[in-house]
């Protein structure tokens, strides 16, 4: 059971877009607690795609935004592409546990 | 453009301990903004942080691992280290090292390709 809870697996068609949101608590995310977003496709290891809640490192497209509100965070990719199909990980850190948290991933299916 | 590479054993045995080798290209480790992590996944399954070091050798650990975890850093081969002793078939994962900037804050912002370590015997 992970301390971030996210969806097991989204989809969409290509052009659409999709959400995949990651709930926490008031010792994580609710604390004031950055969330950061990671994308790993099939077979390689897992690259940053969101930091700070909502900032895109050079070299991310913008089809790709995040949010935060409360207790919860979200990654939203618009006009989805075959190449979005990866497995998704939200990451906080967490005041009670004294350390760092990732959420259990969220498989993307493009149809 | 600093890249990071593991390295070790790819096998080992029930109840002994596991070793594994971050080397740090391109930069390094002892700048004092940032700290170096280990994390890992098992098959077919989530991230977990393991821990981490600063290049000074603060530390600090999962909770749940931090019993048989040993994390250290030698600035002299600009590398990181991870010990996880007494290990069982559960400790069997890909293992990653990692790049942040603050114990608290920051994303892992370079991740190095991983290694797979199985514990059988």
């Known amino acids: 059971q992970s301390v971030l809870t996210q969806p097991p697996s989204v989809s969409g068609a290509p052009g659409q877009r999709v959400t995949i949101s990651c709930t926490g608590s008031s010792s994580n995310i609710g604390a004031g607690f950055d969330v950061h977003w990671y994308q790993q496709l099939p077979g390689t290891a897992p690259q940053l795609l969101i930091s700070?809640?909502?900032n895109r490192p050079s070299g991310v497209p913008d089809r790709f935004s995040g949010s935060k509100s409360g207790t919860s965070a979200s990654l939203a990719i618009t006009g989805l592409q075959a190449e979005d199909e990866a497995d998704y990980y939200c990451q906080s850190y967490d005041s009670s546990l004294s350390g760092r948290v990732f959420g259990g991933g969220t498989k993307l299916t493009v149809l | 453009q600093l890249q990071l590479q593991e390295s070790g054993p790819g096998l080992v045995k029930p109840s002994e301990t596991l070793s594994l080798t971050c080397t740090v290209s391109?930069?390094?480790?002892?700048?004092?903004?940032?700290?170096w992590g280990w994390i890992r996944q098992p098959p077919g399954k989530g991230l977990e942080w393991i821990g981490s070091v600063s290049y000074s050798g603060s530390t600090y650990y999962n909770p749940s691992l931090k019993s048989r975890v040993t994390i250290s850093v030698d600035m002299s081969k600009n590398q990181f280290s991870l010990k996880v002793s007494s290990v069982t078939a559960a400790d069997t994962a890909v293992y990653y090292c990692?790049?942040?900037?603050?114990?608290?804050?920051?994303?892992?912002?370079?991740w190095g390709q991983g290694t797979m370590v199985a514990v059988s015997s």
């Open positions: 391109g930069g390094s480790i002892s700048s004092s903004t940032y700290y």
């Open positions: 700070d809640n909502t």
């Open positions: 990692a790049r942040h900037r603050s114990v608290t804050r920051d994303a892992f912002d370079i």
